[in-house]
Nanobody, 123 residues
């Protein structure tokens, strides 16, 4: 089993940056691809991006491509989401998740989820 804990959320002005971290428990972190999702009030959960087990490949939603970067450090059991050029529409609860699937765009592919961290972008 994997437990995931996000951190790094907060309030930032439009155009600013934040880096979210997701720390995983257990010694099998490198066995999982990792994804980031977000959910704004009244909206469905949205795929943000994902990174493969080795970190060699990343995938992004069009809405964040070029602004957000996902990376991971398997030695630290941590995955990161660097968010730049933030917009008010990026306001949401951001959650990381772990998957053994290759279908990383779909939330149903993920086996473990964190509790989420709030990101608020003011205009």
């Amino acid at each position: 089993q994997v437990q995931l804990v996000e951190s790094g959320g907060g309030l930032v002005q439009a155009g600013g940056s934040l880096r979210l971290s997701c720390a995983a428990s257990g010694r099998t972190f490198s066995s999982y691809a990792m994804g980031w999702f977000r959910q704004a009030p009244g909206k469905e959960r949205e795929f943000i991006g994902a990174i493969t087990k080795s970190g060699s490949t990343t995938y992004y939603a069009d809405s964040v491509k070029g602004r957000f970067t996902i990376s991971r450090d398997n030695a630290k059991n941590t995955v990161y989401l660097q968010m730049n050029s933030l917009k008010p529409e990026d306001t949401a609860v951001y959650t990381c998740a772990a998957s053994t699937s290759v279908a990383l765009y779909y939330s149903a592919s993920y086996d473990y989820w964190g509790q989420g961290t709030q990101v608020t972008v003011s205009s």
